[in-house]
């Protein structure tokens, strides 16, 4: 970086922009791979959405990276393994196609046990990758478990930072009967995360892969430019 000026005066105001390239080193070229886990909501008000989330999950999967990670989990009163932990290969995404085929629809909604469990699952998961993701997918409102929001928020805000620091966080709400204020103080209190309203079935595909465009495309994380 050449400066235009070798100093500047206390009460001197300059405005410039700065254009700087920078070459990051031990970086590689091409798609890192990624560790995505997505928190499903199968509960029976799902139903009229479940078709088109599958196909948007399955298309995701094909732009995955042969060494990323994928992991599924469905949650309604209780949470259950749609898909363990697999490697996206051509016979990881094969077995994910067939695993969501047998998706069942639970009752109840637990909102705060669907998000742990998958902060968990992550949390858990051997040699991370530099890259982590968590899709967390509902369109109704807790009616099981830890239900106010300010609480859930602070209790998960607590559980990212001491186990998955650098994870970001997508949260997508279904429709007019989704909990918004819940979502949006889930948000809000985890660094690097967003909310996504859908009010159309016919949104999601486009939010998802918005959504996975935005961790695919990350190259690195904690850089700090020194000049």
Known sequence: IHPEYDSIGKTSSIE??????????????????????????????????MKLCVETIE??????????????????????ELMPWRVMNQRGKAELSRRLKKI??????????????????????????????IFFLTDGKCNEGVNDSRTMARYVKKLMRSVLRDTSLYVFG?????????????TNAVRGSSYRYLRYANEIPLALCEAMGNITSVSGRNIKIVA
């Not at 298309?59 to 259950?80: D, N, P």
């Open 104 to 133: 069942h629809h639970i009752d109840g909604t637990n909102l705060y046990k669907g998000l742990t469990s998958a902060i968990f699952r992550l949390s858990n998961l051997p040699k991370r990758n530099a890259v982590s993701s």
């Open 59 to 80: 298309f995701m999967a094909q732009h995955l990276s042969e060494k990323s990670r994928l992991c599924v989990i469905g949650f309604g009163g209780h949470v259950v």
């Open 174 to 186: 279904y429709g007019k009967s989704h909990d918004a204020r819940l979502l949006s103080e889930l």
């Open 16 to 49: 410039r922009k700065i254009d700087v390239d920078v070459k990051l080193k031990g970086i590689k070229e091409g798609r890192d791979p990624i560790d995505l886990i997505i928190a499903l909501d199968t509960s029976t008000s799902m139903r009229n959405s």
